[in-house]
DNA sequence: GCAGTTCCTTAGTTAGGCTAACTATCGTGA
DNA sequence: TCACGATAGTTAGCCTAACTAAGGAACTGC
């Protein structure tokens, strides 16, 4: 079926599904010291951005401020983030990840996502550059 | 960034980021008659086998058999589907949609998965086409 | 006919999401 | 200047969704 015969409606139903079990699969395998997902996803873009208040990584994650506040405890019983007051505005915290929290992502550069990257390694270079330009629409759209 | 220049590693935490925030994007959207989308989907594949053991349908949807007796638990509560037992197979249950299942699946015939379907109206052709080919991929290797 | 296996369920745990409501701080306008 | 609304973060409570461990019931093979 090709996209001409394909309703939104129809390709909604089709991606949801693929989406919804690959998530299933992704989330199984817990790669790197027993951080999940969420966890180590948080920790990638808190990296990313240097430093963050909980808000700001809250709204990059695109989940609310308590559930992002779960994830920060979590992270930091682990040691692996930092919290620390923002030095005029007292409601602030500024997060950032300690140096256990950098390794942890260090040793995440080395292994990767492998159950996934395993998978993709078997692709045929068009299949992937298929999948790269969704990835792409899909971040676009869960942006929107 | 081309195929050629993304290696599976990088590409696998791309995609991975990607499906990961679609999907709390689509979790959030509860579409039809308070269902989930765990359970829309179970109920879905189950019409579309006709009937299946609880294992089958854990099988098919990649989740534990006691994950499933709890989405089979809620399903059957709201009478959308039915047990019945194995002809011969005295442990083995058959698990069937209802009319009211059928009823709730053709309503989500009409309705569909409205925020994801809306997000691939704004879409052009190209870009739906890239995502019907990357959903099957995604779909082939979920079941690799 | 007993031992092992399979199927399903129950029980309990954990992660991750939400909303509502609270505390503490900030900023501003009368 | 100070009272009050707005903002940042957390707490509390609830739910879904996944897991593992362990149990009972039924089947199967020797």
Redesign the interface.
């Known amino acids: ?4 015969s ?1 309703p ?19 989330r199984q395998a817990r790669p790197v010291g027993d951080l999940t ?2 966890q180590l ?1 948080a920790l990638t873009s808190l990296r990313l951005a240097g430093a963050l208040t909980p808000r700001e990584l809250a709204d990059v ?3 609310q401020p308590p559930t992002m506040t779960k994830i920060v405890a979590k992270l930091e019983e682990r040691g692996l983030v930092q919290r620390t007051p923002h030095p005029t505005d007292g409601r602030q915290v500024i997060l950032a990840t300690t140096e256990g929290g950098q390794a942890v992502l260090d040793q995440l550069e080395r292994v ?2 492998g159950w ?8 045929s ?15 676009r ?2 942006h ?1």
Do not use: C, F, G, Y
């Not at 409606?9 to 299933?24: E, G, K, V």
């Not at 270079?125 to 971040?139: F, K, S, V, W």
């Open positions: 079926m090709t996209a001409q394909m939104p409606a129809q390709l909604a139903l089709q991606l949801r599904d693929a989406i919804t079990r690959l998530n299933r699969r992704v997902v969420t996803s994650e695109r989940v990767r996502d996934l990257a395993r998978r993709l390694t078997e692709l270079d068009t299949d992937r550059e298929t999948l790269h330009r969704a990835a792409e629409i899909l971040q759209i869960s929107a």
